[in-house]
């Protein structure tokens, strides 16, 4: 069983994001592997675990500097390593372009199943994944928070107001996972090590396509609090009435 899994590098939460002349300034970004994603290797490789002669293949688009998230992965438990490059990663639509292509190339065919996290923690967009399973024409399931294996048929459950929606997938299959779906594992030295050593696949994920999005400018959010008292209702409703103009 062959099962591609696509990963994104994002700046962590913690860090402190400034804008210097309408652009951020990266240079003060940590950049992480995407929180979500982690939930999606664990989960490949569980199933691989689990299903004799099964393989684990991470993708993701961008530079050089995606070494570190795919050897995360590669330590975690992916077998191999592949690094899309030439994207504009700003759009999702070309996004999913370079990883369809990127992946059918790489396996010559469609794989069993793809697995990405919900959405990239950077945009919240989680539109990839979606995209991708109409780009290699598979069926794709989205937020994703539990797995099964029944009579060879993937079980997928995703949470609604109230209860639970199930579905039976047939394979090929593109799903995207939730938080709830699993715990991550953590790294050990020896696996961290193996996967320094560990090849990166480079696979070319140029495309024709001009991307639909494409941000300008950005600006940092002015936020002022101002604290004012008030001896009456009315005066408070003058004060309304004068500044939003909204009575």
């Known amino acids: 069983m062959h099962i591609a899994v696509c990963i994104n ?44 002669e099964s393989t684990v293949t991470a993708f993701s688009a961008g530079g050089p500097e995606h070494y570190d998230v795919l050897r995360k992965a590669l330590a975690m438990g992916a077998d191999n390593a592949c690094l899309v490059e030439g994207v504009k990663t700003d759009d999702s639509l070309c996004v999913a372009e370079s990883l369809s292509r990127a992946i059918l190339d790489h396996y010559g065919n469609v794989p ?32 994703v928070s539990r797995l ?3 009579n060879g048929t993937l079980e997928a459950g995703r949470e609604i107001e109230g209860g639970m929606e199930v579905f039976e997938l047939s394979l090929p ?60 209702a009315e005066a408070l ?5 004068e500044e939003k103009g909204v009575l």
Not at 27 to 37: I, W
Not at 181 to 202: D, F, G, W, Y
């Open 173 to 232: 299959a593109v799903i995207s996972v939730e938080k709830d779906l699993n715990i991550p594992r953590k790294t050990n030295v020896k696996s961290v090590m193996k996967a320094r050593k560990q090849e990166i696949i480079h696979l070319d994920g140029k495309v024709s396509k001009e991307p639909a999005v494409v941000y300008r400018e950005f600006s940092i959010i002015e936020r002022q609090r101002r604290c004012r008292l008030f001896d009456s």
């Open 112 to 143: 069993d199943l793809v697995i990405c996290g919900r959405e990239s923690s950077d945009c919240s967009r989680a539109q990839v994944p979606l995209m991708l399973g109409e780009k290699l024409g598979a069926g794709s399931l989205s937020a």
């Open 148 to 150: 099964s294996w029944q």
């Open 9 to 52: 590098r994002v700046p962590d939460t913690a860090s402190r994001i400034d804008v210097i002349n309408g652009a951020v300034d990266r240079a003060r970004l940590t950049m992480v592997l995407n929180p979500y994603d982690e939930y999606a290797i664990e989960e490949a490789v569980r199933i691989k675990e689990m299903r004799e």
């Open 237 to 241: 409703l003058a004060s309304l009435h």
